[in-house]
């Protein structure tokens, strides 16, 4: 379970990227939140997995107050989700398998077992094919699938993913959805930012409608 | 499980110093520059200690005796030479030694000599000093001590001479810890920029580690290694380039100083600076690594 309490973000006075912010996200729920450009997505994602502390407020995940942990800790909290980064933020020096492998590497699997859940997350994405290649040689596409591979890599229990299927074409976002959608009914609670309202009335449980830092209207499926 | 993450933590970091040789291959030439310019102090200091030693080797200080001394009475100020813990040894020269070295250094003398009735020489003890010592007041102590002893009537020791050499060392060896301090520092700060550099060039990497849940350690680990390793290369670089010039400097440009040659000659590094050195390199590398890191893992 994810909840925010009243919270507060200000990058620069006077204006509030989010204002008063409070919501609860139960446990294997599906839910987008959705909004303008510049509308505080991306910062409420962010601060969910404490890239980003709040001027205000506080965040509770699973009953843990995230902003108590210590920064040297924070790595228990990261280690339950996947992100899927707007920029992606791939390591272009190394390949496609190595980008992937990061999130077990640092739990410390064995090689063997990250061969073959890398290799499971890449077909999952389509793009096994090209394990060996490097981001640079990829299209932008195909570089924000080996990030999605990378955050489902891990069976995360929370799956958090800013515009994943931005850059995508129609039928490959729906592809996306549909793993995100897997991974959610495997017990996973998958929180997603788009302003893509075709693939929300689709795949999303439940909805936040977030305009100028506030949220200003929530859907739920029932 | 550790073990597999440190063998995963040492192939990063071959992986990573291999990736981005361009960029430390840099890294470890200004090491090796900074250190280089260390060494080279290093090598003119050890040459002026080794020419004050050689002059310190050819002190030697004379003692005239009373022409009509016994020979007990000559053994007992040989003993209170002796005992003395800045003598190395104790040569007497009699009257009829002295003479016949005033004939054979001075020939052209030999007619006053022939002229006179008697030997105007009298006998002494010359004292070799012992190596390594340089301390003036302690000879000058030990100058009068022996002076003051009965049967002993004069003392020969060119003592403004050795006062000059002793501050002139002491001059040297202020001068040295300061440059040297200023270069240690500077090369510090040389090297943990370039290493900080290097890390920053890197930051999207510790961003991403962070947030995947990488531990600090984890990040830091292959980033300490890489500092390690740089420093380690950059001080041997240091040391095989001052090797080198210690070889060459004497045949290229040592013939065009002149007199000053005897100064400016590179002595090479003794086992035990060479080791400080390369530990210097490794430390200045990985600390520089380390505290630069640092500061990104505040994400």
Redesign the interface.
Known sequence: MIELFHVWKQYQKPHWALSDVSLEIRTGEFCFITGPSGSGKTTLLKIIFRELIPTEGQILVDGVNILKIPDHKIYRLRRTMGIVFQDFRLLFHQSVFHNVAVPLQVVGLSPKEIRRRVFNALRQVNLHHKMWDFPQRLSYGEQQRVAIARAIVNNPSILLADEPTGNLDPELAFEIMSIFKEINQQGATVIIGSHDRELIRHFGDKIFFLQKGKIIGKEEKQ | ??F??LW?LVKAAGSNLW??RGRNLVSVLIIGFSFLVIGIFLALSNNLTYLGQQLSNNLAISFFLDKNLKAPELEQIKSQILASELVDRVTFVSSEDALSRFRANFPELREILDNLKSNPFPPSYEVKLKDKILSLSAIVYFMEKIKGLKGVVDVQFNQDWVEKMDSLSRIVQAVGFFLGGILILASFFIISNVVRLNVFARK??I??????????T?IRIPFLLEGFVLGLLGSLVSLFILFILVKVFPIYIGSSLGAARELFTLRPLTTEQGLWLVAGGVVTGTLGSVTSVSRF???
């Open positions: 499980m550790i597999r993450q995963y990736t981005f999207n990497e961003e991403i580690l962070r947030l995947v849940g990488a531990t600090n984890f893992l505040r994400i």
